[in-house]
C-alpha cells in the first residue's frame, strides 16, 4: 500500500525508516553467529550502546522486541509477592504494571491521568504509605502521549525510599538525553526499530548493580532471556549470545551505532529535539492542540496532535497517507481522538517539513484550523 | 572472516544460507506493522505454514527464536509442579527438560544415549510407572547428533497414555516431511533461520485442540509470547500481531514460503532426503563414521560425522574454512568429537557435493582416509 509516489514515509513512533546504510548491512549475505565477525558486531553492540543509556555498564541484547525486554526485566528482578510501584500516565507507562500483575506481583498504580507528567510528591507519598515497594516503572517519553516524563526526579525518589528505579527507555534512547548512571536508574529497556533505525526484533537492557542484586534474589522462572546467562555471553572474552541471535538486526543496530556517532551524539539529540518544537509550533500555527493538555515536558520523539473538533484523526491520517506520509493512529485513552507523529530516528527536518505542509493543505481541505501558508509548516 | 572467495558457504544447521529473493525481501523499505500491507503477509505466512506443518490449524508466530518457542510452549501448556517425560537424546531434546525444570515442572528424563533413537518400547514403560506425566518432549531432527526421531511412534505412545505430544521441529519442519495432525501431534515448534531460509529472530508453533485445553488450565506466568493472544491477534479478519513484531523476518518468510511452493513442497522434501543420503554416502566412502554410531533414522537436514582417529575436528573445520565452507563444531556429548554438515533450506546438491569434495582433499592432505577422488565425493 503505497501512495503511488514510492514507499510511505514512516513519520511513525516505531518502526521508523531505515536508513540505506542499515537496510544495506541487513541485506549482506548471512553469516553464522559463532564466527568472529558476529563476535565482533556483538561486543560493538554492546560497548557501543553504553553512552546512548548513559552508562558504563555493559548493556544487555534480549532477542525479542521492547515489550519482550520490559517483560524480562520484570522476570528478571522479582519474585511472587513482590510490590512494586508503576507510574501509569499513558499506553507503555501501564504496561509495566499489566506485565507485573501477570507475573503475580502486587502493583501499585500511580499518575493514571494520560495528559499530566509524573508528580514526584505524588510519588514520594505512594512511596511513604508502602514501604514494601521494592520498586518504581515509569516510562521516559510515552508515545501514547508525547510526554517526557522527568526520570531524574523519579529516580531520586524512588532511590529515597530504597526503590528500584526501571524506566521504559523504548523511544527515547538514542534520540534523548538519557543518564542512566547519573541518575541513578536500575533498569532501562530500549529496542532496535526506534532511535536505533534498525528492524524489530531486538530489545536492550541496561542493569545497575542494584538490579543485579535484586536479580540474584528472584525466583520468577525464565531461561530464554535470562540475564545472567546473557551477561556471561556478551562480557566473554569472544562476546557471542546465548543461543541464535537474530543475526540480521544485530548487524544493522551496529552499523546504526556508527551512524550515531558519526553524526554525534549531541547533534542527534539536537536535531530530535528541534523536530520536536518545529512540530509542537506548527502544531500550534494550524490552530491544533496536543492532545495531553497538561504536560510539561515533551518528547523529543513523539507528538501526539488532537483532531480538531468534528474531524476524525483517520481522516487526517488518510489524507496524509493519500500525500505519502504514514503518522499513528491514537492508543488507549486517546485512541478516538488524536493522530501521533514520529519524529525519530533516521527522521529529518525536511521529513517534518513536508508532514506539518501536508497536514496544512489537509486542514485547508477541510476548511478547519488556519490556511496553509506557502512557507514550510514547520518553520 | 572470509576465505578471500567472498562469504562463506554456510553448510551450518542454522543459520543456513539466505537466498537473494529472502534477502531482497529484508532489504525493502522498512512499512509499519499497522499496515493493509503488513497484515497480508501475517496471514500469507499463518496459513502458509500450514503445509509445512502438516496441520489445517493455524500457526502462531512467536516472537523470539526457536529457543524461545519452546520455553513459549512451556509456559503456556503447564502449571508448577505438572509432570513431563522428556526424550533427551540429544542437546535440543535435552533443552526440553532444562526449560521445564525452570518453570518449576517435574521432568522424568529418557533416552540420554545420544547414540540412539527414541526407543518407543521405554517411553510406553515410562509412561506406564509415571501415569501423572502430562507430556512427552522430543525433538524431530536433532542437530547434535543427526537422528531423526519416528515423533509418529512417540505420539502413538504418548497419546496411547493420555499425554500431549511436544515437538522441537526447530531443524525439521520444511525440510522434513512432518504430518502434524496425522501423527497427533500437539505442539510443534520451529524457527525462521532453517528450513525457512531467513534471518533468525521469529520461531512459529503449531497446536492441538488438547493443546488449546492445556493452555486454558495452564497458571505459568507468561505475557509477551502468550498463544491466547497471539492466536487472536494472527487469526483476526484482519491478520496482525500483539505489539511491534520482528517485520523483516515476517516478510523474509512469507517469501520464503512463496520459495517453497516455486519448487513444490515435496520437491523440496525429497531435495533434502538426496542430499542427507549423499553426505551418508560420502562419509562411508572417505572411510569417516557417523558420530552417533547406532542411529536407525537419519536427518535429512544435518549430518554428524565423527572426526577420523588423531585429527581434531577444529582441523577439519579449519581446512573446510580455508577452502571457504563454514561447517559447525559438535555439540553437548560429542563437542570434541565430531563436526557437522547442515544441509537444508536453500543448500543444493552442488553445495554438497562441493563440500564433500573439499573434505577428501583435506583428508587425503592429511594422510588419513581414502584420497580424493576426480568425482565429486557426493555422488
Known sequence: VTSGQGPLLLMTPGPTRVPDRVLAAGALPMIHHRTDEFSREVGSVVSGLGPLFGTASPVLPVHATGRGGTEAAIANLFSAGDEIAACCNGKFGAMWAAHAEAYGLTVHRMATDWSQDIDADELDRLLTRHPAVRAVTVTCTDTSTGVCNDVAAVARIGRAHGALVMVDGVSAVGGTPFAFDEWGVDVAVTASQKCLMSAPGLAFVALSERAWAAHERSRLPRR????????????????????????????????????????????????????????????????????????????????????????????????????????????????????????????????????????????????????????????
Chains 1, 2 share one sequence.
Open 224 to 379: 530464554y532471556w535470562d540475564f545472567s546467562e546473557i551477561r556471561r555471553s556478551v562480557t566473554a572474552a569472544r562476546p557471542n549470545t546465548p543461543g541464535t541471535p537474530p543475526v540480521t538486526v544485530m548487524r544493522q543496530v551496529a552499523e546504526a551505532i556508527r551512524m550515531i556517532n558519526d553524526e554525534g551524539l549531541d547533534v542527534v539529540w539536537a536535531r530530535h529535539e528541534a523536530m520536536a518544537q518545529a512540530v509542537r509550533r506548527a502544531t500550534a500555527r494550524l490552530g491544533l492542540s496536543l492532545q495531553a493538555t497538561g504536560l510539561r515536558r515533551f518528547a523529543p520523539t513523539v507528538t501526539a496532535i488532537a483532531a480538531p473538533p468534528g474531524i476524525s484523526p483517520e481522516t487526517i491520517r488518510d489524507g496524509l497517507k493519500a500525500r505519502g506520509i504514514l503518522v499513528a493512529g491514537g492508543l488507549g485513552t486517546f485512541e478516538a481522538t488524536c493522530f501521533r507523529v514520529g519524529h525519530m530516528g533516521d527522521i529529518r527536518m525536511v521529513d517534518v517539513d513536508a508532514t506539518m505542509t501536508a497536514l496544512a493543505d489537509i486542514l485547508g481541505g477541510l476548511g478547519t484550523g488556519r490556511p496553509a501558508s506557502a512557507e514550510p509548516a514547520a518553520r
